[in-house]
């Protein structure tokens, strides 16, 4: 079942075309990878499905309903949430209180209570330092606790910008488990990733992107075994 | 843990229980010593606290920079004076129905909601400004507040000699007449003056030891309405759009209607305390030190040098700006300089503000972090 399709998407940023029509689908329980260079449009592809830009053309439909031109709030309510590029961890408040804002379009307490336990499970290193303050946290922490605020909101696909972004390799692969662990309590994950090797091996599905445009897309198995994208984004020499 | 927590709150609570009695005994203390004159002082005081908490919710709890404020304060002032003193008459499809002429309370009602009304106005095309262009758009918007008010909005016959019933809108189905209509509408440059003290039950509010009591009560209602905010929902959304805007819009919240609500409850508190001021001096006029750009500053300073985001702040930053100025009162020439120094060495040696609002909760989650830590 196709939960998320992307449809001849276009994003401006004032008169510069950054999105040039782009089309893309994930089926439900899977995790999909964006790769491309730098400037390829990755980014704005996650913040044009997020709601934090409009799109010029185009359709998004999350379960057959249009959330393109949504508000943010709106489209966070619906299931989508975005965890950003560099984090932005709010440092002057505690790990327990950055919880708390990724569930605030949740109005049940309870609940909140019920999904933070969640999250302090999956994310033990959280609970031990729940009242330490967000900017105070090393990297790899601030990275769990951007995914575990974006998990607050109880998503059904969570948008994964760059969760490599100043981790040493050790962290990056417990990020990567994690992400898998996520994957496999049910939530659709869309991960945008410049370690493409790392990206693929853990998804289903993968896409290429160029200046705007998704040049390649097929199962990631396919992907890593194509020799022009071997040679273009895994490295390997011929 | 846990016990260091309490010990600190129940500290607290005893400050705020001294400063409270303080604040109650104050003028009983001037009274004996046959000191009017720094009780109306101490009346002004507590308005500016009342101004200073508005202040607050706008720049200390969203992050705000509002320098339109005294634009609400001169609403609030206008509709107590308006409805205290003049009367229209209304004529809808021949039924008639008179509305002005209200005491002081009902007044003041009204004035709270036009205040916030004129706040969604004002700020409704301004939310997606940021940072200092938004200061710059909410100066304009608040100085075009005043200028309302001086130009009148309908044309005063010059002097005494008005006649008894002026007609401002004629029309088959509606027509509205100004039944005293001496000064116009604003009174322009001159103001209005002639306004009722407050009264309830027969109990007139007439001299400055009896509204000092009266304005402290809204002090309390004020701060009990932003105590119960600190910790809402509303509060939490707003420390996030003050903290990072763009990664609160991300989280969901939304941004644009929580702003708006902070331009809309500061605006309403700030016409409370207008309505306050006319019924403590009678006579109002769009003067710019009163309801003027530096009025606005004024505020912004209160906030600012009490500390952002901090009710105790509000209490000693307006007591340092406007208790400082009336001490130093026998040197009228020198007087600002004097405010002047002392603001210069607040900001070398408490950059932060004189009580900084998460103070007290930053020590505790710092102590904390540390402890588990080791």
Partial sequence: ?238 | MQKKYSILKSKLAIAYLLTFILFLLLPIVLDYSNNPYWISIGVNYLIWIILGLAMNIALGYAGLFQLGQAGFYAVGAYVVAILNVKIFTFVIYGITFKIGGYSFFPSLLIALVISCIVGYLFSRPILRLRGDYLCIATIGLGEIIRYILTNDLINAPPGDYAPPMKILGTGKSLLIILDNPVGGLTGGPNGISGIARPEILGFTFDTPFKYYYLVMFFVLLVLFVMKRLENSRLGRAWTYIREDETAAQSMGVDIVHYKLLAFIISAGIAGIAGGLYAGRYTVISPAPDVFGFGASVLMFCIVVLGGIGSIPGVLVGSLGLVLLPEIFRSFPEARYLFVGIAMLLMMIFRPHGLIPGNMLSFNKKYCDACSSNT
Wanted: aromatic fraction near 4%; charge should be positive.
């Fill in chain 1, 1 to 238: 079942m196709k939960l998320l399709e992307v449809e001849n998407l276009e994003t401006c940023y004032g008169n510069l075309k950054v999105l040039k029509g782009i089309t893309f689908s994930i089926e439900k329980g899977q995790i999909a990878a964006l790769l491309g260079a730098n400037g390829a449009g990755k980014s704005t592809t996650l913040k044009t499905i997020s709601g934090l830009l409009k799109p010029l053309n185009g359709s998004i439909m999350l379960e057959n309903e249009d959330i393109a031109r949504l508000e943010t709030h709106k489209i966070i309510g619906l299931g989508i949430t975005h965890v950003p590029e560099g984090r932005f961890i709010f440092s002057t408040l505690s790990v327990d209180e950055n919880l708390e804002i990724g569930a605030h379009i949740i109005n049940d307490k309870k609940r909140v209570l019920e999904i933070k336990e969640e999250v302090y499970n999956m994310f033990p290193r959280l609970r031990e330092r729940y009242k330490q303050l967000g900017g105070t946290l090393s990297g790899g922490e601030q990275q769990m606790l951007a995914i575990g605020r974006g998990l607050m909101a109880n998503p059904k696909i969570l948008l994964l910008d760059e969760p490599s972004l100043g981790l040493s390799p050790k962290l990056f692969m417990m990020i990567m488990d994690k992400i898998v662990e996520i994957r496999d309590k049910g939530v659709t994950i869309l991960i945008v990733e410049q370690n493409a090797k790392a990206a693929l091996k853990i998804s289903d599905k993968g896409f290429i992107m160029e200046t705007g445009r998704i040049v390649k897309s097929g199962t990631a198995n396919e992907l890593l075994n194509d020799p022009v994208i071997q040679q273009a984004y895994l490295g390997k020499k011929t």
